[in-house]
């Protein structure tokens, strides 16, 4: 799709970063060198190449050069903790590591061959741009990929034992774009806004966009809400994809209208948006809002609702129909029996998108794919129209500000205090982060801590995004008859004191 465009257009702009306008014919350029570099570093097709860094050029010239190698691309997120990227290294074994220079005391590098980008590496041959300029004008060897093979390796889970790592085939990569430009209508003159991480949502909208000639917006490597509102007017932006809770932080910072005549599509996923919530975003930005479901299993256009459909009242509550090329289905999860229209049940679906299964994980990959359904572990319902309604997620799995929070990753980091002797994770509605991590603890006798320091130790562990909001200090935990802790009434229990008192931040 790449190179069909610079073929096409190679003088058209393809990036347009902070520092750098880059061409199409330029961009192939580069990642054919780069590419040529990482089939010298391993010529073994489909060897895995993990990448840690923020949002940079080079970052996406690693990400698209690592496809025009054959390779498979293991992102790896800087803001997650130390423990869950040593987890998704080991899990994954890349042969390949490509570090920004921030990230070298993320993780432990743990790959045969390490090139160093935005601006690390000391030798010339051990750096990105040093590998691009050394086989500059040289093209890579083509392997013939199927679409059953690997693009990705996207992690679901970190610090608790070993991570979930979900193989995504080429065919996902290819249908997820496909849906893209179908649904959003991509045109040559869309700029896109990566606002988010490369490493999560925001890489599904890099083919799609490079596919039909448009741009590519790069900002600062991280962007605050103010930089996104600035973007937006300075660089004409039409699309962009982020996460609630930015929305919400960008109306503050705004505080009243605003014109952004250049914006099409603003797109929040990742977590739900109330309605109200929804309607004061048109109001700031216009009728541009849009939405989308989907999970790393069956990565973002599983389904998609349309900034025209966004406008029906009756549908803000809904994530969409399913996307071009996919099909959802309500499945009683007993009898595994589709649904009719405005039943209940949990959320199945077919079609290009799904993952091929769990890396080194038959069991778990048995328990969600069966036949032709991929099981998502989420409760919904579809209207007579195919409009999908997302009820409650089967899974424990919490999203908060975009993230998924696995409560069994969070309650491992958290008995890892001395002082702690059994805890429970769970999540709670919230405004700003769609979800907040909530956990309820049990102290060892004779210790003594308070919930501010027993969160500011969790967010060492996994990070502030992962740490709970709130910890309730409890002298037991409710239990089965069989002694098991039943989550569901921790979570019953505070959220009866929710409404006496604000939650520690």
């Not at 690592?66 to 498979?72: D, E, I, N, S, W």
């Not at 962007?223 to 932006?237: G, H, L, V, Y």
């Not at 973002?300 to 966004?310: A, D, G, I, K, N």
Request: with cysteine; aromatic share 6%.
């Amino acid at each position: 799709m790449f190179y069909a465009a610079a073929r096409l257009s190679p003088d058209a702009v393809a990036i347009d970063g902070p520092d750098t306008i880059l061409s199409y014919g330029e961009l192939a350029k580069r990642v054919d060198a780069l590419a040529c570099g990482l089939q010298d570093l391993d010529s073994n097709p489909q060897s895995r190449v993990g990448i840690c860094g923020y949002n940079s050029l080079e970052h996406l010239i690693a990400l698209l050069a690592t496809m025009a190698a054959g390779k498979v691309w293991v992102p790896l997120n800087p803001r997650d903790s130390r423990d869950e990227l040593d987890a998704k290294l080991d899990a994954a074994k890349p042969s390949i590591l490509i570090l920004d220079e921030d990230c070298e005391d993320k993780l432990t590098p743990a790959a045969p061959n390490i090139l160093y980008g935005w601006g690390g590496g000391g030798e010339e041959t051990d750096s990105l741009n040093g590998t691009i300029l050394r086989h500059y004008n040289k093209s890579p060897k083509r392997v013939n990929l199927i679409a059953e093979d690997t693009q990705a390796i996207k992690f679901t889970g970190g610090s608790s034992g070993k991570p979930k790592g979900v193989l995504q085939p080429y065919r996902a990569w290819v249908t997820g774009a496909a849906c893209m430009i179908h649904e959003l209508g991509l045109r040559p003159p869309d700029r896109y806004l990566l606002a988010a991480p490369i490493t999560h949502g925001t890489s599904c909208y890099v083919t799609p966009t490079l596919a039909v000639g448009g741009t590519l917006v790069l900002g600062k490597r991280t962007m605050r809400p103010t930089d996104i509102i600035e973007a937006f007017s300075e660089k004409k932006i039409s699309t962009t994809f982020i996460p609630p809770t930015v929305i919400y932080m960008m109306l503050a910072e705004i505080g009243g209208s605003a014109s952004f005549p250049h914006l099409k599509r603003l797109i929040y996923g990742g977590a739900p948006m109330p309605p109200e919530k929804i309607r004061e975003t048109r109001s700031v930005f216009g009728d541009v809002v849009a939405t989308n479901y989907g999970q790393t299993e069956a990565p973002q256009v599983v389904t998609f609702l349309s900034p025209r459909e966004m406008v029906d009242e009756g549908l803000l509550a809904s994530v969409g129909r399913a996307s071009f090329l996919t099909r959802v289905e309500i499945m009683d999860p007993d009898s595994q029996k589709i649904m009719p229209a405005g039943e209940d049940g949990e959320i199945v679906l077919s079609g290009g998108l799904t993952m091929t299964g769990y890396l080194d994980m038959p069991e778990a990959t048995a328990e969600v794919m069966h036949g032709e359904w991929l099981r998502t572990g989420d409760l919904g319902a579809l209207d007579d129209r195919g409009y999908l309604y997302i009820k409650d997620r089967l899974r424990d799995v919490i999203i908060s500000g975009g993230f998924n929070v696995y409560p069994s990753d969070i309650e491992a980091a958290l008995v890892k205090h001395p002082a702690v002797n059994e805890c429970v994770v769970f999540g709670v509605k919230d405004q700003k982060w769609g979800e907040a991590v909530h956990a309820a603890v049990v102290l060892r006798k004779g210790t003594n801590l308070s919930a501010s320091e027993l969160i500011s130790f969790t967010k060492e562990a996994v990070g502030s995004v992962k740490a709970p909001k709130q910890i309730r200090i409890l002298d037991d935990l409710p239990r089965s008859s069989v002694g098991k802790v039943v989550r569901r009434l921790v979570k019953e229990d505070a959220l009866r004191e929710l409404s006496n008192c604000e939650p520690l931040r």
